[in-house]
C-alpha cells in the first residue's frame, strides 16, 4: 500500500514549507537558525563575540574564527532543538560564503559541507549582503513595487532599486567607509568602546545634535546615491585634536549627537530622492545600522512629509544585525529554483552583491 503524507509532509516536498538550517559566522556573530519556508523562523541563535572583541577595539580576525570553530556546533544542536525538528526533518543546509573575514567565513562553509556530506542534504550557499535584505520578508514586509532598499552595515552602504518582478539593480554605494565603520571608528577615537553604533546610539540621546555642524557630502549630481563617510569622520577626529590643542573641554554627548545626525541626514535624504526619482511604493532599510534609533525615527518622519503613500519597513534589532535567519530565509528562493552548491564550496571574503 503506498505510504500516505500528512499535509506537513506533503507541503515540505513540494518545497513550500522546506525547512531550511542557516549558518552565519561572516564576523564576529556565530548564528544558527531553522527557517520554514522562507519565512516562518522556528528558531534563531547568534552567540556574541562583542565581549571577546572589545577589549581590542574592533573585531580580531584570529579570535573570530578561533570562538566560531568552538561555538558553532553546539549552537546547531541548539537551533535544531528550539525548533524541535533533527538533521532528517530538513529539507537543505545554507551557509553564508562572503562576503567578510575569510577565515571566519571559511568555520561555517566548512561546517555546512561536513552537515550536508553526512546528512545528504543539498547545501546553499548565500551571498550575506543579500541576505540582509531578507530581514523585513521575514516579519512579514509586504513589498510593492518599485521598492527601494538601503542596506548599512559594518562592511557596506548599499542603496538599491528593486524592479517589478523583484530583481535588483544598484543605484549606490559607499564609496570610502561604510556607515556602521564610521560609527565604530568614530566610537573607537573618543574611547567608547566596540561596537560603537549601539554606544553612541545611546550616548546621542544626552547630547544636542546641532551643537557642531559636522559636514554632510551630498557628493554633486553624479554621486547623488553614493555616499562617502570618511570625511565626517575625519571632521570628528579635527574637531577633537583642534580642542585638545586649545585646551578646550568638549561635551562627547554632543560630538556623537552632531555626528550621527550629520551621518543619519545623509541617508534618509539619498534614499528619499532614490524613492521619489523613482516613484517607490515601499522603502526597506536592513543591516546592523538600521537599528539606529535616530535613523528609523528620522526615515519614518520624513517619508511621512515626503512620500506619504509609500510603506517602510525595518527590521526588529534581532534582524538587524547579523543573523542565521536572514540566511535561511535567502536560501529559500535559491532552494525552489535547485541551485545548490557542490561540496568544494569556498569563502569569498570580496563576494560583491547579487543582483
Ligand atoms: O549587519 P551587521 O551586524 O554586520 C555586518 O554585516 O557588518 O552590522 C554591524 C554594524 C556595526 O558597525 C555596528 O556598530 C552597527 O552595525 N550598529 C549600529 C547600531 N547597532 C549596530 N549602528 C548605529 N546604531 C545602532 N543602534
Ligand atoms: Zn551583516
Redesign the pocket.
Known sequence: MPERKNNRQQEQASGEEALILGIET??D?TAAAVVAGGRKVLSNLVSSQVELHARYGGVVPEIASRHHLSLLNPLIDEALQEAKVNFSDLQAIAVSHGPGLVGALLVGVATAKALAYATRLPLIAVN?LSA?LYANRLEGAEISYPAVNLIV????SELLLATESGRHTSLGHTRDDAA??A??KVARVLELGY????I??KMAGQGNSRAIDFPRAWLGEEGRFDFSFSGLKTAVINHLHQARLQNRQVNPADIVASFQEALVEVLVEKTLAAAKEHGAKTVLIS???A???RLRAKMKERIKEELPRASLYYPSLKL???NAAMIAAAAYPLYRQGKFASLDLNAYPGLKLEL
Open positions: 561572516s564576523c556573530e550575506h540582509h552595515s559594518g562592511g557596506h556602521g565603520e560609527f565604530d561596537p560603537g553604533g549601539p553612541i546610539d543591516g546592523g545600522v537599528a539606529n534609533s538587524c544585525t547579523d
